[in-house]
């Protein structure tokens, strides 16, 4: 599939995130995608400017908050909202519905501040319920094949 890098980030706290972002890599290179991971606290945000796709893995901390690692990129969108205009991007989240009232709002987070900067959403959330007997990196893989139809899609729309 031609289309230009995809860059995954991931925000976790114990390492599931991590986990579903390297399935994700797998995934997207057997299917000849090109695509580079980082966690989400060492990706230098001066390369956001040469990107066009992002890939956001994460849960949810807290009472609906983004993982620690991923509070400074956070708070950079937020506060500096730099002009992502030319990115289109997706977020992969992963929570708890025992947690009602903040259930995936981590990946909510990431959303908003995402489309703050002008970022172009595609496709849903995915949502992934730890409480479920469904596991996460079969969820994300599944997701992430209707993701990368929406994407090539939003390239002939351009
Ligand atoms: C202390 C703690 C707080 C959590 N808070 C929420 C929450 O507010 N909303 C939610 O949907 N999930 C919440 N979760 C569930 C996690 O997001 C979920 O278990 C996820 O799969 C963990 O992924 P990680 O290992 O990448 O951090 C919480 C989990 C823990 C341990």
């Known amino acids: 599939m031609t289309m230009a890098r995809v860059q995954i980030l991931f925000a976790t706290m114990t390492g599931t995130a991590e986990l579903v972002a390297e399935e994700l890599m797998d995934h997207l290179s057997g299917q000849s995608v090109d695509c580079s991971m980082d966690p989400i606290d060492t990706f230098d ?15 949810t901390t807290g009472e609906g908050e983004v993982p620690d690692n991923g509070l400074e990129f956070h708070r950079y969108l937020r506060e500096e909202q730099p002009d992502l205009r030319h990115i289109r991007f997706g977020v992969c989240g992963l929570g708890d519905s025992s947690y009602s009232a903040t259930f995936n709002a981590g990946g ?27 596991l996460p990196e079969d969820q994300a893989v599944g997701w992430c094949d209707d993701w990368l139809r929406l994407l090539s899609l939003s390239d002939q729309t351009v």
């Not at 945000?45 to 849960?59: A, D, F, H, K």
């Not at 909510?108 to 469904?134: N, P, T």
């Open 108 to 134: 909510a987070q990431f959303e908003a501040a995402l489309i703050s900067c002008g970022a172009v959403k595609i496709g849903e959330r995915m949502l992934h319920d730890a409480s479920s007997e469904v």
């Open 45 to 59: 945000v001066s390369r956001l400017e040469n990107l066009e796709i992002i890939l956001i893995c994460t849960s």
